[in-house]
């Protein structure tokens, strides 16, 4: 089971951190990976955290202003978002699948938590 939340309102150039919260199996067996939709729009990869090497990779639109990190011992994973702008609007997932290595596609991930909505105002 997975559990985003931190969204919220924040104004344009803010920061604002999201976590996921991994239950019924721990983080070092699993890929997770953080998802977005804005209305009116698809569903779009933002990041994933690989199983793999531990090793993190991002939208090439998003490098540099969002991070994804973890605390093992909480079981729990992070999405930083900084510089944040209206074009972020959108609701947030986080993913989860057994394997070390997925792809970017949300159809490869298997475990969904509810979106946590995040606001940017211009």
């Known amino acids: 089971q997975l559990q985003a939340f931190g969204g919220g309102l924040v104004q344009a150039g803010g920061s604002l951190r999201l976590s996921c919260t991994v239950s019924g199996y721990a983080l070092r067996d699993v890929s997770i990976g953080w998802f977005r939709q804005a209305p009116g729009k698809e569903r779009e990869f933002v990041g994933r955290l690989l199983r793999s090497g531990g090793r993190t990779s991002y939208a090439d639109s998003l490098k540099g202003r969002f991070t994804i990190s973890k605390d093992s011992a909480k079981n729990t994973v992070y999405l930083q978002m900084n510089s944040l702008k209206p074009e972020d609007t959108a609701v947030y997932y986080c993913?989860?699948?057994?394997?070390?290595?997925?792809?970017?596609?949300?159809?490869?991930?298997?475990?969904w938590g509810q979106g946590t909505l995040v606001t940017v105002s211009s």
């Open positions: 993913a989860a699948q057994r394997a070390g290595w997925v792809g970017i596609q949300d159809s490869n991930w298997m475990y």
